[in-house]
């Protein structure tokens, strides 16, 4: 994804940024949809890891997705009214998005009180219910991605350096800097994301001095969700 090589300048830089933060949440939403159906196939996942997997990817996608129709997109609409009008979504295609994350934040915080108090979930419903709204996010959020790309592709090139420093902070206070493992580890895995490097810069120095703790964490969370 993003893997064209355009001329470097500040609007391809956050063009570059803006595929990593993308690339997180499609292979995000990937790993959640993937993590249920296996557990639905009697898979050894570990429902404690899911359960902190799919609370880090709900408000992942919910704090970038809030920032970009806050802050981003007005700033891009404010100087390409008629381009960015082309992607404008209608209310309906937010609201099921925002009922696929809810769906599954039910489905988890149910599954984290039995295990809490030590009862028997109803498995079954569980499983088709967390697996059900795990495609469909996954499902929306590569439509409105693949929507959002090939605009940005032609507009980044041409957003004046001034406007950069606006919507890269835009982008900044929107990616939560939780679960550092799962960020990290999803820049990486299964192939370094285009705009790696240029993500790397914006995080606290802690995380980026120690990418390997992070790095061995997320190999453990793969191998509890049985996706390794």
Known sequence: MCATQVPAKEGTRLFEELCAVNG??????????????????????????????????VDFVRRVHRGK?????????????????????????????????????SVIARIAEERRVGGSVSWGHAMREGTLASHR???LLAARLG????????????IPDEDVVRLREALADAVP???????????????????????????????????????GRFRR??????AD
Do not use: C, M, N
């Open 177 to 215: 800097h939780g679960a550092p493992h799962l960020v990290l580890g999803l820049l990486e895995h299964p192939e370094p994301l285009a705009g790696r490097d240029r993500l790397y810069a914006g995080l606290p120095p802690s995380v980026r001095w120690t990418r390997g703790v992070p790095a």
């Open 147 to 158: 929507e959002e790309e090939p605009l940005l592709r032609v507009l980044a090139p041409v």
């Open 69 to 105: 129709d806050e802050l981003f997109w007005p700033a891009l609409r404010e100087r390409f009214p008629e381009r960015v009008r082309r992607i404008d979504r209608p209310a309906e295609d937010a609201d099921a998005l925002a009922e696929a994350l809810d769906e599954l934040e």
């Open 24 to 57: 997180v949440v499609t292979r995000g939403a990937q790993l959640v949809a993937e993590s249920f159906t296996r557990l639905a196939g009697g898979a050894a996942v570990d429902t404690k890891t899911l359960v902190a997997t799919v609370q880090w990817f």
């Open 221 to 226: 969370t793969l191998r509890a969700l049985a």
């Open 137 to 139: 996010a996954q499902d």
